[in-house]
T-cell receptor, first 117, second 115 residues
């Protein structure tokens, strides 16, 4: 079974440009999460999809960030325009429903390292 | 609201020595707790989890953690460190929002293992 896949693994862009990160969750996982880790700090929650619906986007930093999950499969996270403080590692995770499957877990992708220069 | 504090951003041990990584949590409801590990250039991998069953939880690679409600702690231990244990370790608590769940992470502890 394929794991959570993220593209690209690394991205270096200039301030003001646009970048789109992609996440392919494990097939059948309704929950999809985006997290971000800025250098040396904690892994911070950005948002949570249940199928194609945004369940919780309380962690999105500002309106320069736009996440979508059309059709409830893969998700994209677009940053437009990118700023220097957006640099960090963006993780995606997927899971089954914790409410009905207590032994499930969140599976993480390898992350996308974004550098804004 | 839930939160996690990991004491010590860097821990260094000798090969064969005890590994102890500290994690304290805050939760207004009975928590689900997790330890994840990130090896260099890899994603986060689940080491172990506590979901209100046994308080002593055994995970992969010889790691275990004990849930202590009175101390609000979930420290990670391994009796004998191996060079391959060098990685960054994250403690997380399950947060609840609108009936759904999300993981809330600590800042991470980087473990170095010396020969």
């Amino acid at each position: 079974e394929a794991g959570v896949t993220q593209f690209p693994s690394h991205s270096v862009i200039e301030k003001g440009q646009t970048v789109t990160l992609r996440c392919d969750p494990i097939s059948g996982h309704d929950n999809l999460y985006w997290y971000r880790r800025v250098m040396g700090k904690e892994i911070k929650f950005l948002l949570h999809f249940v199928k194609e619906s945004k369940q919780d986007e309380s962690g999105m930093p500002n309106n320069r960030f736009l996440a979508e999950r059309t059709g409830g499969t893969y998700s994209t996270l677009k940053v437009q325009p990118a700023e220097l403080e957006d640099s960090g590692v963006y993780f995606c995770a997927s899971s089954q429903d914790f409410r009905t499957k207590r032994n499930t877990e969140a599976f993480f992708g390898q992350g996308t390292r974004l550098t804004v220069v | 609201a839930q939160s996690v504090t990991q004491l010590g951003s860097h821990v260094s041990v000798s090969e064969g020595a005890l590994v102890l990584l500290r994690c304290n949590y805050s939760s207004s409801v009975p928590p689900y707790l997790f330890w994840y590990v990130q090896y260099p250039n890899q994603g986060l991998q689940l080491l172990l989890k506590y979901t209100s069953a046994a308080t002593l939880v055994k995970g992969i690679n010889g790691f275990e953690a004990e849930f202590k409600k009175s101390e609000t702690s979930f420290h990670l231990t391994k009796p004998s460190a191996h060079m391959s244990d060098a990685a960054e370790y994250f403690c997380a608590v399950m947060g609840f929002s609108g009936g759904y769940n999300k993981l809330i992470f600590g800042a991470g502890t980087r473990l170095a293992v010396h020969p």
